[in-house]
């Protein structure tokens, strides 16, 4: 728990430098920069942990290279809705991905969900139509795309519940991060010089701009955010790994408030009134769903014959 709420605030660091570098670099080039330091951090890590290197030998490519395809999807889309959308609507509208796992664990996993949690997930869902506001243009696409990376985001815990006893925390970030390099420099070799530009203030202008040399003074929020990923990514990585999720993700929820402080100190943003009913009902709902995760597990618990225990 103090792991992911560790990993929760970190990680809101990494969308703050983002944010901040939005506006003047392609989202490839900062998260090919992002990924190498991320990297670095990480492969310093293994080579002072207890196993070194050797933990990094695995037989489930398959498996990571799925998860790894699922993280990209989610960063892009996620980090395409931030760049249009402020700080504490995307990060609240991203907490609706608690939602998305009760309906995978219904319709994939064919686990029954109680009349309190289908109410919840509506609730949740009502609050995802505020957040997208609709009829006001650009917002819409933006919020949606953050509904699509939560979709991913929750599909990638579920694979790291399943990969939990083969694979260890350091080698399922290590095996992102060089997804996230190889990805991000095929793109900028495909279309990296912006032959591709999109108009200023389209959706995806933010994906398609042309690689450009970041100045000094622009350094800060890429090392940043790559330390954020790297140490955030882990924490929250190990939490998964070796606790229930229903008790690991309220503790994402720090990234909340977070957001809301990150956005009134460096872009002078907040929420307004419909921002507000959108973050209650979102939240709230995400939270209420995890309550009752935990409570119909511990009633599980009890109900099982003691051999089973």
Sequence with gaps: MFLAL????TLSLNDLAIKALSGA??????????????????LLIIHFSRTGFAQLRTRRRGAHLLRV?????????????????????????????????????????GEHVGPRRWAAVAVGMAGVVIMTRPGEGVIQPAAILVLISALCYASSHM??????????AMTLNFYVQCG?????????????????????????????RPWVVPPLGDWWAFIASGMAVGLGGLMMSQAYRTTEA?????????????????????????????????????????????????????VEDVAAPSGDL
């Excluded at 392609?26 to 670095?40: D, F, K, T």
């Design 246 to 298: 229903a008790l690991v993700a309220p503790f994402e929820y720090v990234g909340m408030p977070m957001a809301i402080l990150w956005g009134l100190v460096f872009f002078h943003s907040w929420p307004d009134m419909t921002a507000w009913a959108g973050i209650a009902l979102i939240c709230g709902a995400g939270l209420y769903t995890l309550w009752r995760e935990t409570v119909r597990r511990k």
């Design 25 to 42: 670099y392609a989202l490839h080039q900062i998260i090919l920069i992002r990924a190498l330091v991320g990297m670095a951090l990480v």
């Design 159 to 168: 694979m790291t519940r399943r990969m939990r006893d083969t694979e260890s």
């Design 69 to 109: 395809s699922i993280v990209m999807v989610s960063n892009v889309t996620y980090f395409v809705g931030l760049s249009l959308m402020p700080l504490a609507d995307a990060v609240a509208t991203a907490f609706v991905a608690p939602l998305f796992v009760t309906l995978m664990s219904a319709v994939v996993l």
């Design 6 to 9: 560790g990993g929760g605030i």
């Design 180 to 208: 996230f390099i190889v990805v991000s420099c095929s793109m900028g070799l495909a279309f990296g010089d912006g032959r591709f530009a999109q108009a200023p203030g389209s959706t995806w202008e933010f994906l398609f």
